[in-house]
């Protein structure tokens, strides 16, 4: 056992958050400590986000501060994980020289390794006269795009997603969700976009051993499952094709194929499409009440799953698809793949198979060359979807992006700001509008925990009580808290559960319902991790205010 402590901070997506939980696993495993504090850490290690220029800025500035540490002749191993990592790779530790180690998402299987050696480089290496280590060595994985060679080789990557599955010791966090990753990378190439890069190429993950995962985490008191994928619905895992190393399949490159399609094109007995998935985990493991995914893409989202989504009560009604633009010129600068009419054509079908479904977008406005018109047509695109929540972001060039490299960013700040801001009023109604139609309705809530109103009042900054990961919260020594085993796991709590919870002090809480819509009400802390119906009162743009039922 190593007895080292780490700092572990995520930037990022669901993805990040999913690969800092694996990674934490398996450091843990080895013996390695969690701590809250960072400046009283061993080693620190940012998992790092490229795709957001705000989240980028962050990370710089976090190295800055660890650098001086460092400096000062603080004994501290740091480490760069993620996104960043892998874009940036050597010009990272020129800019960075405190830098110890680095590694890209391809290759977090190495990073113990890694660590490790750090670790020891670091305690062999003499000190200068104000006590700083000389010399720096920085370690980094092979931070190239991965190709189709991986398709016929061993995969490491899998058993670092496979390892929840055959960890005896793992436990659920406190609120019930886990994510499972299903596909890696994106074969998109979206312009704008650095994923491709950093990521690699797609690749599907063997069906048995994701719903091994899920009957795992259900098992281990988890009743809520986001699955994951850059672009989740286009997962698809062709059995006649698989590779077997040592008696386990292995992950799968994707099978490239244009869109339109309203069905899986290569749909087949000997094929466990993203419709066949969903219908699988929702059969083989009853104990998962909400299933949901996300990132879909508009293209290629088959009526197949729509029907899945139809039938299975235990999937959420909810989809996040981002559109990006409501122009077809802009939508092809950006390489999106799909016009503004086959994107309301995929809403339409959606809201004909899932009347109630709830919906979530992202849209960039500003992007290159784009005329009031263009923008214009995304502002009407917005009015007519009707997004629950929309993510609206002024357009910002990514270094390692085709836009960066060869689409000169031409809209002026300003302009960008005042579009950007006339979506987010145009949004801001839509959301109020979509958020009172729920008064007077009864709504299940899977309780995530205390407000962040009941937080700050008890004087909890983020992070102090909890280090949450992926959704799990651990303690501030890594250990999970509030380890629930199936037996606890029912959807919907018993009325003497019920009557026993109320009797304790009430709190406000936090929940979300299966279409993701927030909701605050009062109640004992210990509903944290169980879905509960809350009858709403009131609503905001983005919160539903409500009472426990039967409370
Ligand atoms: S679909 Fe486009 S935006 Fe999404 S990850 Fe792939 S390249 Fe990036």
């Not at 197949?304 to 092809?332: A, K, T």
């Not at 279409?515 to 109640?523: E, R, S």
Request: charged share 25%; proline share 5%.
């Amino acid at each position: 056992m190593t007895g080292k402590q780490i700092y572990l901070e995520t930037f990022g997506c669901q993805m990040n958050e999913l690969d800092s939980e694996l990674v934490a696993g398996q450091l843990r495993a080895l013996g390695y400590q969690f701590i809250n504090d960072r400046d009283a850490a061993d080693i620190v290690i940012y998992n790092t986000c490229s795709v957001r220029e705000q989240a980028e800025n962050k990370v710089w500035s976090r190295l800055g501060e660890v650098g001086r540490l460092k400096k000062r002749g603080q004994d501290m191993v740091i480490a760069v994980i993620g996104c960043l990592a892998e874009r940036d790779g050597t010009s990272l530790m020129q800019r960075m020289p405190q830098v110890d180690v680095m590694c890209g998402p391809g290759e977090l299987d190495k990073l113990p390794h890694l660590l490790e050696n750090a670790v020891k480089t670091q305690d062999g290496r003499p000190r200068d006269e104000d006590g700083a280590r000389l010399e720096v060595v920085a370690l980094q994985g092979d931070t190239s795009r991965r190709t189709a060679v991986l398709a016929a080789a061993e995969d490491k990557l899998e058993m670092l997603d496979f390892s929840r599955s055959f960890d005896p010791d793992f436990r659920a966090g406190t609120s019930g969700s886990a994510y499972v990753r299903i596909t890696r990378g994106c074969n998109k190439f979206c312009t704008y976009c650095v994923v491709p890069f950093t990521r690699g190429a797609e690749v599907h993950r063997p069906p048995d051993h994701i719903v091994e995962e899920c009957k795992r985490l259900a098992d281990a008191g988890v009743i809520e499952v986001t699955l994951l994928g850059q672009t989740v619905n286009h997962y698809r895992y062709e059995h006649g094709a698989q590779v077997v190393v040592q008696g386990i399949a292995q992950p799968q490159k994707g099978r490239s194929y244009k869109g339109g399609h309203a069905r899986d094109p290569f749909s087949s007995e000997q094929t466990t499409t993203f419709a066949r998935l969903l219908h699988r985990i929702h059969e083989e493991v009853p104990a998962i009440q909400r299933l949901r995914f996300v990132t879909s893409y508009p293209r290629d989202f088959g009526d197949d799953v729509l029907e899945v989504m139809r039938d299975c009560p235990r999937l959420c009604r909810y989809l996040h698809v981002p559109v990006q633009s409501g122009s077809d010129r802009i939508l092809g600068k950006m390489n999106r793949g799909y016009t503004a009419g086959e994107y309301y054509e995929f809403i339409d079908r959606v809201k004909q198979y899932l009347p109630d479904v709830m919906l979530a977008g992202d849209i960039i406005v500003g992007f290159p060359t784009e005329t009031e018109d263009d923008f214009q047509a995304t502002a009407d695109l917005l009015r007519r979807v009707r997004y629950k929540n929309c993510f609206i972001f002024k357009y910002s060039p990514r270094p390692g992006t085709v836009a960066f490299d060869k689409i000169p960013d031409d809209v002026p700040t300003d302009v960008k700001r005042r579009r950007n801001n006339d979506l987010l009023a145009i949004q801001a109604e839509i959301s109020d509008a979509v958020s009172r139609e729920q008064i007077g309705k009864t709504l299940h809530v899977l309780v995530e925990g205390a407000s962040k109103k009941t937080r700050k009042n008890r004087g909890e900054a983020p992070g102090q009580v909890a280090l949450t990961i992926g959704g799990a919260s651990t303690s501030p020594d890594g250990e999970g808290t509030g380890f629930r085993t199936s037996r606890d796991r029912e959807g919907a709590v018993s009325p003497s559960r019920q009557a026993n919870a109320i009797a304790e002090l009430e709190v406000q809480l936090s929940g979300r319902t299966d279409g993701d819509l927030i909701v605050m009400f009062d109640g004992p802390e210990s509903l944290q991790g169980q879905i509960v119906p809350v009858k709403i009162s009131d609503a905001s743009p983005l919160t539903l205010f409500g009472e426990l039922v039967g409370a």
